[in-house]
């Protein structure tokens, strides 16, 4: 196949894998990402060697364009509404995407790629928290390793009523970011996760 056909079916095999796993959840089938990208079904395993392959490459590249939204968000003038948009910008992917909220919390998070984009993650959400910490505009025991768990809070809270509300995750964000404030804080009985933390879960 000439390298232009192999690249273009490569691109509509990315696409349509997104948009079934963000309709359908990662229980969506090869045949029916192939059908929807207009390929046979042994195109799919002449990019990939697996769904799961196909899986991590579309969640890697949702990470990092969380990653850089992060990243432009350090250049805020405002800690607090960079922090607050962050979060935003991670749970709006989760609330619209069904395959990405089920695969932040999946066994496929102990693939390297996967967790090499979480780290990246963990970073930019650190760097973000850590400017706000330094502001005093959040709580002084906050992490970005809490940061990246909350993301996915207000769409599991809000999810009940997600078909009827589906922008209902939004009031749960700010009651949340309200709950990050230093004047609410309380001592807090266990501390923050940490990288082995994470580490370990992925390999369990």
């Known amino acids: 196949m000439p390298r232009a056909d192999a690249t273009r079916n490569r691109s509509l095999l990315i696409d349509a894998a997104a948009a079934e796993l963000s309709e359908h959840g990662l229980d969506v089938s090869i045949a029916r990402i192939a059908a929807r990208a207009g390929v046979a079904k042994g195109t799919v395993f002449n990019h990939f060697s697996s769904k799961e392959e196909l899986v991590s490459a579309i969640f890697c590249e949702q990470l990092d364009a969380l990653v850089a939204t992060g990243e432009t968000l350090l250049e805020h003038t405002d800690p607090r509404s960079a922090l607050l948009e962050f979060m935003s910008a991670g749970a709006e992917l989760q609330a619209n995407n069904r395959a990405f909220c089920e695969a932040a919390t999946a066994a496929s998070r102990a693939h390297p790629a996967i967790r090499a984009a979480s780290d990246r993650l963990t970073q930019v959400a650190e760097a973000l928290t850590a400017r706000a910490r330094q ?12 940061i990246v768990l909350l993301l996915n809070a207000p769409t599991r809270i809000a999810a009940p009523l997600a078909a009827v509300r589906s922008d209902l995750w939004q009031r749960y964000l700010r009651m949340i970011f309200d709950g990050l404030r230093p004047e609410a804080a309380h001592e807090l009985p266990v501390a923050a996760p940490t990288n082995e933390d994470f580490t370990t879960a992925a390999t369990r």
């Open 135 to 146: 502001a005093g505009v959040v709580r002084a025991d906050v992490t970005g390793h809490d």
